[in-house]
């Protein structure tokens, strides 16, 4: 079995920077892809920004140029650095991960949430 576990949320004035890590624990797996989703409140979870371990990327429109997304494979560890924020971004952040297990077999994980609040 494979946790997620992220870090980095926290209250931010607009215009302002966070960056968001979720690290990847367990043993017989090797990533596929790893991203980063939202939930405001009222609002459905939506994708923010995806990366394959190749690092090819995704991103939802409203982020493009202010999120970058990396994957450090050898520390399982999923970046989101955000730049430029906006009072919009403020939700729950959630890593999620797809998995190749050792038999060959596919399998996802969610993390916990992150709170990011951008507020002056």
């Known amino acids: 079995q494979v946790q997620l576990a992220e870090s980095g949320g926290g209250l931010v004035q607009p215009g302002g920077s966070l960056r968001l890590s979720c690290v990847a624990s367990g043993s017989g797996f090797e990533i596929n892809a790893m991203g980063w989703y939202r939930q405001a409140p009222g609002k459905e979870r939506e994708l923010v920004a995806a990366?394959?371990?190749?690092?090819?990327?995704n991103y939802a429109n409203s982020v493009k140029d202010r999120f970058t997304i990396s994957i450090d494979n050898a520390q399982n560890t999923v970046y989101l650095q955000m730049n430029s924020l906006k009072p919009e971004d403020t939700a729950v952040y959630y890593c999620n991960a797809d998995f190749e297990a050792d038999d060959g077999m596919d399998f996802g994980s969610w993390g916990q949430g992150t709170q990011v609040t951008v507020s002056s």
């Open positions: 990366s394959t371990s190749g690092g090819s990327t």
